[in-house]
DNA sequence: TTGTAAGCGTTATCAT
DNA sequence: ATGATAACGCTTACAA
């Protein structure tokens, strides 16, 4: 009987099943961008472990705005998603936190388990890496470099993330005694890493070294530079955080934060059928600070 | 009555619905890798429009095995998918070819609309764009700058788009008259480009310039041959093919390719609710060489 | 252990 | 027009 339906190539309608169960192997992922490595590193983490139970994963790109996620979530929402990964930042000066938040507790209360994966300002399970401890290090290495004058470009303004990071910075340089004052506005791409080396090509002197909010703002801080006709890292060092296949193809040192491990294990927290026991509402996974060519010590310094 | 029902926060359930209408609001893209930048940008053009119009986007990725995209094809029919987009080529020496294409066919059968972005061997509706005119006009280009020994880097042995774009420099260099004959092995990937790059630099003399089958091969052969001290494009020019922002980035010389607007038209198709008459089963869409910093006039040439 | 019936939340059909 | 009812394809609880 079963073997001349599995001959017919018979599967059961997951509509029909999802709708009596209450719940269906969907899971959601909120990003800002996918088409941002630093996301879709998280993405192919939950897809590769939600696909390989027969989970759907189904993306949704916010651009940073509360109001688009509320619309995804809304959208998910109807589909009843056995669970959904936020994997962006909050940010302080949020109008729509209050609906977000009511929108994510609703789902919950239906059984859905939500999982974030940078600083929340919901009530869910989250898997994050220690981002100020990391821009302190980072920052350290540098000052052990013999660097004194450190440049910071922050990251998009208001955003959880980008507070950390900027607060490490400054401790590891205040702990150092050194000046924690050149920092320059900055945002999580390209373009505002092209901005802020902008700037620092326009002020003098040049700093020693330069460490930027992420991956995606050091390239732009580094290939500025170079263009212009700085020695990176001869004259200037330039670093970074994410550690994203970009920085590898440049070269870049950075600190790796292990995106695809926490895209991963969002995805085990949420597939777990049976939930074992006690599992811990907050998660932290190391990360590593990873050297490479963009990085040396300063010039006339016996290090 | 109504009024309250939207007071109370009532959404009608996507999953029963999509039960009883034998057809759920779920675009599948099925892609090599979100990670790369190539899919990730289709991907983010199926996403506006399919989440603009409150669909789910569900990605499958699939590291080029045929195997993986006929478990994903058969867990998104559970769901029975408005539509699912592949995004990704098919390639020559496929044994599941028959079984993936017996899958879309079913999957058609059901009403699900199927639209491919590049040559695949099942019958649906493509959307694309002509590789070997591409891969033809980037080496006229460097042909036109004067250069004679021109290498090739091949993309990913056996898929369709790395055989036409190889067809289209071999004919351009034919064309002029000159050897398409430096060809190298490939992948789609930066190491890739890297491997490549190191046998080029082991060989003399070195060619004039190098077109690379994407970008991040390119890339690859780009950064290799700078750290080993050429001069890129003083001594020799690198051009790929795609148009990504890492070539951006890299103000690599390349012929982008509108992918992003590739994943819009695809789920505009989609989701296309009437079947606007007669729409045509292959769509073709304009590509531009875009000219940037990796590419020179061949030294010593009056161009 | 095996079978039968109820119900999940919609859409669609058919009387009224 | 308006309203009741069957059916979509499952799971699950209950009866045999």
Same mark, same amino acid.
């Given at each position: 009987?079963?073997?001349?339906?599995?001959?017919?190539?018979?599967?059961?309608?997951?509509?029909?099943?999802?709708?009596?169960?209450?719940?269906?192997?969907?899971? /959601?992922? &909120? $990003?800002?961008?996918?088409?941002?490595?630093? @996301?879709?590193? #998280?993405?192919?983490? %939950?897809?590769?472990? =939600?696909?390989?139970?027969?989970?759907?994963?189904?993306?949704?790109?916010?651009?940073?705005?509360?109001?688009?996620?509320?619309?995804?979530?809304?959208?998910?929402?109807?589909?009843?998603?056995?669970?959904?990964?936020?994997?962006?930042?909050?940010?302080?000066?949020?109008?729509?936190?209050?609906?977000?938040?009511?929108?994510?507790?609703?789902?919950?209360?239906? /059984?859905? &388990? $939500?999982?974030?994966?940078?600083?929340?300002? @919901?009530?869910? #399970?989250?898997?994050? %890496?220690?981002?100020? =401890?990391?821009?302190?290090?980072?920052?350290?290495?540098?000052?052990?470099?013999?660097?004194?004058?450190?440049?910071?470009?922050?990251?998009?303004?208001?955003?959880?993330?980008?507070?950390?990071?900027?607060?490490?910075?400054?401790?590891?340089?205040?702990?150092?005694?050194?000046?924690?004052?050149?920092?320059?506005?900055?945002?999580?791409?390209?373009?505002?890493?092209?901005?802020?080396?902008?700037?620092?090509?326009?002020?003098?002197?040049?700093?020693?070294?330069?460490?930027?909010?992420?991956? =995606?703002?050091?390239?732009?801080?580094?290939?500025?530079?170079?263009?212009?006709?700085?020695?990176?890292?001869?004259?200037?060092?330039?670093?970074?955080?994410?550690?994203?296949?970009?920085?590898?193809?440049?070269?870049?040192?950075?600190?790796?934060?292990?995106?695809?491990?926490?895209?991963?294990?969002?995805?085990?927290?949420?597939?777990?059928?049976?939930?074992?026991?006690?599992?811990?509402?907050?998660?932290?996974?190391?990360?590593?600070?990873?050297?490479?060519?963009?990085?040396?010590?300063?010039?006339?310094?016996?290090?």
């Amino acid at each position: 009987v079963l073997a001349v339906a599995t001959e017919l190539g018979y599967s059961p309608s997951a509509l029909a099943r999802a709708l009596v169960t209450r719940k269906s192997r969907i899971v /959601g992922v &909120v $990003v800002d961008d996918i088409v941002d490595p630093h @996301f879709a590193e #998280i993405v192919r983490g %939950v897809e590769d472990v =939600a696909g390989g139970h027969r989970y759907l994963t189904a993306i949704c790109s916010t651009d940073r705005s509360t109001t688009a996620e509320l619309e995804h979530v809304r959208a998910l929402r109807d589909y009843h998603p056995a669970g959904v990964v936020f994997a962006s930042s909050g940010h302080a000066d949020d109008a729509s936190a209050h609906s977000l938040g009511a929108a994510v507790a609703e789902m919950q209360r239906h /059984g859905c &388990v $939500v999982v974030a994966l940078a600083p929340r300002q @919901f009530e869910c #399970i989250s898997a994050v %890496v220690d981002n100020e =401890a990391a821009a302190y290090d980072i920052t350290s290495y540098l000052i052990s470099l013999g660097h004194r004058r450190i440049a910071f470009v922050e990251g998009t303004a208001g955003l959880f993330t980008s507070q950390r990071r900027l607060v490490g910075f400054t401790h590891a340089m205040a702990g150092a005694g050194l000046s924690p004052k050149l920092c320059f506005d900055g945002g999580f791409d390209y373009e505002s890493g092209r901005n802020a080396a902008l700037k620092v090509l326009a002020s003098t002197p040049l700093p020693d070294a330069i460490v930027a909010a992420n991956d =995606a703002v050091a390239i732009g801080v580094l290939m500025t530079l170079r263009q212009a006709g700085v020695d990176v890292p001869g004259r200037v060092s330039v670093v970074g955080i994410d550690g994203t296949l970009l920085a590898a193809f440049v070269e870049l040192t950075t600190v790796k934060v292990p995106l695809y491990d926490l895209g991963v294990l969002a995805a085990r927290i949420i597939v777990a059928e049976h939930g074992e026991g006690a599992r811990p509402d907050t998660l932290t996974l190391p990360y590593k600070v990873t050297l490479r060519g963009t990085s040396a010590p300063r010039p006339g310094n016996a290090c």
